[in-house]
């Protein structure tokens, strides 16, 4: 079983910067394509970034390109995202997925994903 913990989150004024992390329990976490997702109030739960299993293949969501970076490292288990210049609509929880299928295309449908952490919340100000 692939337990994930995310860190990192915060309340932060707009046009600021945070890193998210996320830890991945395991030895097969380089064979996982990894994921961030969000879900503000009120809306369903969107894709962000992901990253594939080799490192050389990453997608992000029109919103966020320019200003998230998403990147991992293997040999710590641990995905990150890296968010500057927020923006108010940033606010969500922010959760990182695990997609365990051997299929090397990096997929967004949130379905495609088998491990969720538990989410960590990021809070833009205005």
């Known amino acids: 079983q692939v337990q994930l913990v995310e860190s990192g989150g915060g309340l932060v004024q707009a046009g600021g910067s945070l890193r998210l992390s996320c830890a991945a329990s395991?030895?097969?976490?380089?064979?996982?394509?990894m994921g961030w997702f969000r879900q503000a109030p009120g809306k369903e739960r969107e894709f962000v970034a992901a990253i594939s299993r080799s490192v050389a293949t990453t997608q992000y969501v029109d919103s966020v390109k320019g200003r998230f970076t998403i990147s991992r490292d293997n040999a710590k288990n641990t995905v990150y995202l890296q968010m500057n210049s927020l923006k108010a609509e940033d606010t969500a929880i922010y959760y990182c997925?695990?997609?365990?299928?051997?299929?090397?295309?990096?997929?967004?449908?949130?379905?495609?994903?088998?491990?969720w952490g538990q989410g960590t919340q990021v809070t833009v100000s205005s």
């Open positions: 395991g030895r097969t976490f380089r064979t996982y394509t």
């Open positions: 997925a695990a997609d365990v299928s051997p299929d090397w295309s990096i997929r967004i449908n949130a379905n495609f994903y088998d491990h």
